[in-house]
């Protein structure tokens, strides 16, 4: 398993300002992934954050408006740019461990976030 | 589109009733499946997961699912549910086509549990 904390846990943010979210693991893992869980729908998933490399964005989302970090095997970052009301949701931070089986992932507390 | 239905939004049960979720999916290969649950004022945690084998899985605090190939399904079970199961229950999907490196979430069911 891992522990997972993410930075701020809330927010509540003017139109077109940016938010970075932190997401730090206590252990080494193979993968980390950025999550958008929009208030009464499911968890999509945004990208998968690549150490070193540029993130691997999912349909529908672009790195202009959301650039990620992954500078290491623990931590990401995640910015919501230029926002608008419609990007108020949860955002989650997710990994898969070494040992994790395929497709288990673990989820951190997520970052709520409000735009007016 | 592939996909992942979970046809309950909302379930509200009294205490020692039993509980069924419904969640089917339209991958058409290998998966991995899973529910995950989401307890009030918790973070999402892992329920049970599927890989192969026996397809009647059992995971935490008394729930199983099954998985029957032929309706693509994998169906939550709890034969008493307890107030302490009022969350937001999550089923995935892990396709073999990603290497089964995503995860495609369901819409969640929301299961109020009455004492």
């Known amino acids: 398993s891992a522990v997972i904390s993410q930075k701020p846990s809330r927010d509540i943010c003017q139109r077109g300002t940016s938010l970075t979210i932190q997401c730090q693991v206590d252990s080494q893992v193979t993968m980390m992934f950025w999550y958008r869980q929009q208030p009464g729908q499911s968890l999509t998933l945004i990208a998968t954050?690549?150490?070193?490399?540029?993130?691997?964005?999912e349909s529908g989302f672009v790195i202009d408006k959301f650039p990620i970090s992954r500078p290491n095997l623990t931590f990401s970052t995640l910015t919501v740019s230029n926002m608008s009301p419609e990007d108020s949701s949860i955002y989650l931070c997710?990994?898969?461990?070494?040992?994790?089986?395929?497709?288990?992932?673990?989820f951190g507390p997520g970052t709520r976030l409000t735009v007016l | 589109a592939q996909s992942v239905s979970q046809h309950n939004h909302h379930v509200i049960l009294s205490e020692a009733a039993s509980l069924e979720l419904g969640c089917n999916y339209s991958y058409g290969g290998t998966v991995n499946l899973f529910w995950y649950v989401q307890y009030p004022g918790q973070h999402l945690q892992l329920l049970l997961k599927?890989?192969?084998?026996?397809?009647l899985v059992k995971g935490i605090k008394g729930f199983e699912a099954e998985f029957i190939k032929s309706k693509f399904s994998f169906n939550l079970r709890k034969p008493s549910v307890q107030w302490s199961d009022t969350a937001e229950y999550f089923c995935a999907v892990s396709p073999g086509d990603t290497g089964f490196q995503k995860l495609v979430f369901g819409t969640g069911t929301r299961l109020l549990v009455s004492p």
């Open positions: 954050a690549n150490q070193g490399s540029e993130a691997t964005y």
């Open positions: 997710s990994v898969r461990t070494s040992g994790g089986a395929y497709g288990e992932q673990f």
């Open positions: 599927y890989f192969s084998g026996d397809p």
